[in-house]
């Protein structure tokens, strides 16, 4: 089980509930400012959050959802563009930004490890 991708993919829900107004609005459907985008990046991001929880110990359904997780990419930076409430704005940008800094610490820490690899799977490329 990956707690770390468990915690980001809550971490991505979270701030998905604080923007669901802008989400939900009526008229984001017909607008072309990139909200359905974030819709669906926001349902990637549940399943994905989903298979870490449930199917985890699958090795074919966790690289589903790493594939799933990567739309944290765009999903994250368009969410925490449109906040409208400027501090919360402010705090949840430099919060996420050093929640990624420490995982991307955390994340060489064990790079040298035999196990880690940077693909989910085995390639006759890398071997």
Known sequence: VSYANIIKCLAGVALTVVCMKMLLSEDSCESGNGVMHLK???VLNLFA???YCCGSFI???SRIGYYFLV???FL???LLIRMENKKLKVVAIIGFT???ILYF???LRSAN??????LPYLSWIFD
């Open 105 to 107: 610490a955390l994340f």
């Open 59 to 61: 090795p074919e359904v």
């Open 76 to 78: 994250i930076p368009g």
């Open 113 to 118: 490890d035999v196990n880690v690899r940077i």
């Open 40 to 42: 669906f990046y926001s």
């Open 71 to 73: 739309s944290q990419v």
């Open 49 to 51: 959050l989903m298979i």
């Open 98 to 100: 050093l929640f990624y």
